[in-house]
């Protein structure tokens, strides 16, 4: 009935690794009915590591069968069993690869006794096979030997099943139970409490440490997604055995979820978020007065915790844009930094330059032009309020962006009038903007200043 099962390999994941031991005993559920046990040629060094972990060498299954030449008879033990192991997922993920490329098709219910160890004993230390055997009595002999740990977790899954008081083995087999498919470090209870509406959610580690972020048009359907399949790949595997437990924001609309995941891969910078994780808009416009009252305008990099007034990626776009300001509002190219030295000024004609460079131009008119290519500029950028369902009946979702610049978003009592900007801002969360919620924003600026989608 039961195929309980343990390896010992050249890594972590079936991708790119092999497997060098493994045993498999029969367990009808009170006892071991048939015991199989082998070293198996990896096909690949075995690492240094791995060889001081299991004290398995190289010279040790250089006359070993490799894996295809037991694979029939493997297959044969395995099918229409069920597949027992702890942390099954790491060792069905390398059996079910080895024998696929054998030409085999491994389709096995799945029970985890780490698992199934939190739920039938829980409160205990550790869940470790070395550190629940040790907490039990249940002697290992041969740790990290295939043998010695598959028979030490045949007697632990039979003390499971012997104290299995509220049905969590029978649970975690039926149809459509997600026992089989979640990390063995993650409570079910937490897949199942997430809701089914937008939102954005966060895979914690161990110490609970943010390791990814995500953001769902549905959360519970997007978050089991995550684990099903069996994926054999280094970071896959790594990734599952890392989430101890889920958190979740609720967002009203899914445009709210993509733009509250990129907030937040952006503060938190998880681990596994390749994506959004990349330099941008490295260079903007900055204004400031200098010490004879003059406004300048500079190009410079983009730091954290400044605002230009405007930005751009690459250097060549901004002189270009600055340098057709200057000609249309009569700007001073020293005062932009354009020009050094102490040369009459370039790119102006005489007639429009008004020598604020020399001092003979007083600051006040000269500054009228600055700010007046200030809000030339800034009028060019897109401005939309975004406003759509809330939450519930009695709220509005709301998002707000002025002058190409993400404030932010919330949600807005039912009874205020939208209409006023100043008015419903304050129940907006101010948030940092990038260029992907720029981005996001873009399609819906249009020529109205309010934009409503329900």
Same mark, same amino acid.
């Given at each position: ?8 390999t ?7 690794n ?19 046990q082998?070293?198996v ?23 070993a ?41 491994l389709?096995?219910?799945?029970l985890?006794?780490?698992r ?21 009595s249940? %002697? ?9 740990d ?6 632990l ?7 299995d008081?509220?049905?969590?083995i ?7 139970? #997600? ?34 972020v ?9 978050v089991?997604?995550h684990?099903?399949?069996h ?7 790594n990734?599952l ?7 979740h ?15 937040e ?35 410079? #990099?983009?730091?954290k915790?400044?605002? %230009? ?46 020598g604020?460079?020399?001092?003979a131009?007083?600051?006040e ?21 975004i406003?759509? #369902? ?5 709220? #509005? ?13 919330g949600y807005?009592p039912?009874?205020v ?17 990038n ?9 819906y ?10």
């Amino acid at each position: 009935m039961y195929a309980i099962v343990d390896i010992e390999t050249t890594g972590g994941h079936a991708s790119a690794n092999g497997i060098t031991e493994i045993a498999v005993f029969l367990f009808d559920g009170k006892e071991i009915t048939q015991h199989y046990q082998t070293l198996v040629n990896p096909g690949i060094p075995i690492p240094y590591y791995i060889e001081s972990l299991t004290g398995i060498t190289n010279e040790m299954v250089a006359e070993a069968p490799p894996f295809e030449a037991i694979a029939p008879l493997l297959f044969g033990l395995l099918k229409d069993r069920i597949f027992v192991a702890h942390n099954v997922n790491f060792d069905y993920s390398f059996i079910k690869h080895q024998l696929g490329t054998a030409g085999f098709d491994l389709q096995s219910k799945k029970l985890c006794t780490v698992r199934l160890g939190r739920k039938i004993f829980p409160g205990l230390a550790s869940y470790s096979l070395g550190n629940i055997c040790r907490h039990f009595s249940i %002697p290992i002999h041969g740790r990290h030997r295939a043998g010695g740990d598959a028979e030490a977790t045949a007697k632990l899954f039979g003390l499971l099943l012997a104290n299995d008081k509220e049905k969590v083995i029978a649970a975690a087999l039926k149809v459509g139970s #997600k026992e089989q498919f979640l990390p063995p470090n993650l409570p079910p209870e937490q897949v199942k409490s997430l809701p089914d509406s937008p939102g954005v959610y966060y895979f914690h580690d161990q110490k609970g440490k943010v390791v990814y972020v995500g953001k769902a048009k549905d959360l519970k359907k997007r978050v089991n997604s995550h684990f099903t399949g069996h994926s054999t790949s280094r970071q896959r595997q790594n990734f599952l055995r890392t989430i101890y437990s889920i958190t979740h924001q609720e967002t009203a609309t899914d445009l709210m979820a993509c733009i509250l995941e990129s907030v937040e891969i952006k503060r938190l910078w998880p681990i596994y978020n390749a994506a959004q994780k990349r330099v941008e808009f490295r260079y903007g416009f900055y204004l400031f007065e200098d010490q004879h009252g003059y406004l300048r305008l500079a190009i410079e #990099k983009k730091r954290k915790y400044t605002h %230009p007034v405007h930005s751009f990626n690459l250097l060549i776009d901004g002189h270009r844009l600055l340098r057709s300001l200057i000609k249309e509002f009569g700007l001073c190219p020293k005062l932009c930094f354009l020009q050094k030295g102490n040369g009459t000024c370039a790119g102006i004609t005489a007639a429009t330059c008004k020598g604020a460079c020399e001092k003979a131009e007083a600051p006040e008119a000269y500054n009228e032009r600055m700010k007046a290519a200030i809000a030339f500029l800034q009028a060019q950028q897109p401005s939309v309020t975004i406003i759509d #369902k809330g939450r519930n009946s009695s709220e #509005k979702s709301c998002i707000l962006m002025e002058r190409g610049r993400f404030y932010g978003m919330g949600y807005v009592p039912a009874e205020v009038d939208m209409s006023d900007v100043e008015q419903f801002r304050t129940y907006l969360t101010p948030y940092a903007e990038n260029e992907v919620i720029v981005g996001l924003l873009r399609p819906y600026a249009s020529n109205s200043q309010q934009l409503t989608t329900s």
